[in-house]
């Protein structure tokens, strides 16, 4: 006896599929999603009787689409629900549909887990027809009394709201002036940092010019340096200059020959010096000619027998500031042989 055919796994997973579809569409309750901003992301079961698209441009907020009966409960119900963990519970909501009035029964809940319904809000949607019948016949029997309350309601909702987007217009406004005057602020430090580059620049070209008008001079007191020590070097007139301190401030090649000196010996005491000068008293009198300004010559001999004309005068300064003393060294053994020559063979 051949056995029921088995239906393939494809078949048995597009039925499973239907089916959910069908349970959810006809026989689970109506209920939407909506984000933080109350706009619907997500649609389960009918939801015509309880919402419908609001007239003009596409609007997916729960509130424009929210029935007749249902927008101002709906309204309070979502503050509430935003502000406590629990579901809050509307029951028996009359909302106006197209075959009058029908009775809801409306859960609200937030989410705060899992991750992916962070913020949102779920609004589920019941009929409620035992108290549907009961507040058609109280609405009949009262003449509609309700009407004037929820006409009131509603006048304290948009009431609300305008108070709402009044604020909402004052803080942009607010935001508007600081911004305005932040931006303001900017220009005018930007315009302050302008005219610093400026002046930097202008300071910039300054120093450059200074700087060669120093490198100009620089290279004309070397110039100047060469020319006086080739001078110097190239008399026979032996030369020393001193400082206030009597330290060698300059020579020339000449004073070496009588005066051991060299380079390194600038800045050295006069008194650390040694000399072929029969001369002890040659500091002395220098610190006598520095502190009096009164020049000293004297004629002075040496070890090996040579006289020199010693000269010691105020070194003074182009600002007419004495600043050391200077030496001259004359040989004049010549000079003293023929005195001596002559004294010793007189003329007839």
């Known amino acids: 006896m051949p056995s029921n055919p088995v239906p393939p796994q494809e078949t048995l997973t597009n039925l499973q599929s239907a089916a959910d579809h069908v349970l959810l569409q006809v026989y689970s309750p109506a209920a939407v999603v909506l984000n933080a901003d109350a706009d619907i992301v997500y649609i389960s079961g009918r939801t015509g009787k309880y919402l419908e698209p609001a007239a003009g441009k ?64 779920m609004v589920v949607f019941r009929d409620s027809p035992a108290q549907a019948s009961a507040r058609r016949r109280k609405a009949a029997a009262s003449g509609d009394t309700d009407y004037p309350a929820q006409l009131q309601q509603y006048q304290q909702e948009i009431e609300t709201l305008r108070q709402q987007a009044k604020q909402s217009r004052e803080e942009l406004q607010a935001s508007n002036e600081e911004l305005q005057s932040t931006n ?10 302008t005219t610093s580059k400026e002046e930097m620049q202008s300071m910039n070209e300054e120093l450059q010019t200074i700087n060669t008008e120093l490198q100009t001079k620089l290279d004309d007191l070397a110039l100047a340096q060469s020319d006086m020590q080739n001078v110097l070097n190239s008399i026979e007139i032996a030369v020393l200059f001193l400082d206030q301190d009597l330290n060698v401030r300059r020579y020339t090649e000449r004073a070496s020959t009588i005066i051991s000196l060299r380079e390194s010996d600038i800045g050295r005491p006069l008194s ?53 003393v200077v030496l001259t060294l004359v040989d004049i053994t010549d000079t003293k042989k023929l005195e001596s020559s002559l004294r010793e063979h007189p003329a007839p």
């Open 58 to 121: 596409a609007n997916w907020n729960i509130h424009a689409m929210a029935r007749e009966g249902l927008r101002g409960p709906l309204y309070t119900a979502l503050k509430q629900a935003a502000e406590k963990p629990e579901p809050v519970e509307l029951k028996g909501v009359l909302v106006q549909t197209g075959s009058g009035l029908q009775a809801v029964d409306v859960t609200i809940q937030s989410f705060r887990e899992p991750e992916a319904m962070n913020g949102m809000t």
């Open 184 to 193: 303001e602020e900017l220009q005018s430090a930007n315009e302050e940092l």
């Open 272 to 324: 650390d010096l040694t000399t072929s000068l029969r001369y002890p008293e040659l500091q002395e009198d220098a610190r006598q000619t520095l502190n009096t300004l009164v020049v000293s010559e004297k004629q002075i001999t040496t070890n090996d027998d040579r006289w020199f004309s010693i000269r010691i005068m105020p070194y003074r300064r182009l600002d007419n500031v004495i600043d050391g």
